[in-house]
Structure formats: C-alpha cells, structure tokens
C-alpha cells in the first residue's frame, strides 16, 4: 500500500524559509509526477510545483522565483525548498505522488504558518 510521509512545515517569520520533504513508499512501480498542493482557509487547493521523473518542473506564478521543487528517484524523495515567504503563503501543504500504473495519492498535509 502506497504511503506518503511528508515533514518540514512550521512556522516562520516573514521572509524566512522552510523546506519540506515527502517520502513515498509502498510500491515498485515508477512514480511519473510529484508535486506539492497547498489549501488555505476558505479556499481551493491549488497547485505550488510539480515535476516529472524527467525532472521538468512548472510552478505557479505566485512562488515562482521564490520556491524550487527538485526529486530523488532512487529514493522517491520530493523536496519543496520555500524562500522570501510571506503571510500569503499561508496553507497547509499537501504532496501528490502519480505513479504510472497505481494513479494518484496524497499525503496528509502540512501547516506552514508564516507570521511575526
């Protein structure tokens, strides 16, 4: 059964950084997307980044310049690096894996507070 770990939320100042990580385990086959989602009060669930096992990346406009996504295959590792954050960034984050043959899965999410 296929299981996501995700760590690295918390809270933060304005301007400071965090970095979050999400393991996936459970299963063989080859994962062909992961990303990170992110939801705040009241709102939709909205894409930050996602990249390919190619390592292809896009990113939403509001993080662009300010967060990377990379992966480690052999280890089915995704990272979220998050700089210059702001009270807008705001959310609990969530990690999406998509394996090729198995379909989607979520982790349970992190809260990432930013505030002074």
């Known amino acids: 059964q296929v299981q996501l770990v995700e760590s690295g939320g918390g809270l933060v100042q304005p301007g400071g950084s965090l970095r979050l990580s999400c393991a996936a385990s459970?299963?063989?086959?080859?994962?062909?997307?992961m990303g990170w989602y992110r939801q705040a009060p009241g709102k939709q669930r909205e894409l930050v980044a996602r990249?390919?096992?190619?390592?292809?990346?896009n990113y939403a406009d509001s993080v662009k310049g300010r967060f990377t996504i990379s992966r480690v295959n052999a280890r089915n590792t995704v990272y979220l690096q998050m700089n210059s954050l702001t009270p807008e960034d705001t959310a609990v984050y969530y990690c999406?894996?998509?394996?090729?043959?198995?379909?989607?899965?979520w982790g349970q999410g992190t809260q990432v507070t930013v505030s002074s």
């Open positions: 990249i390919t096992n190619f390592g292809s990346t």
């Open positions: 999406n894996v998509a394996y090729y043959d198995l379909g989607n899965f």
């Open positions: 459970g299963s063989i086959s080859t994962i062909a997307l």
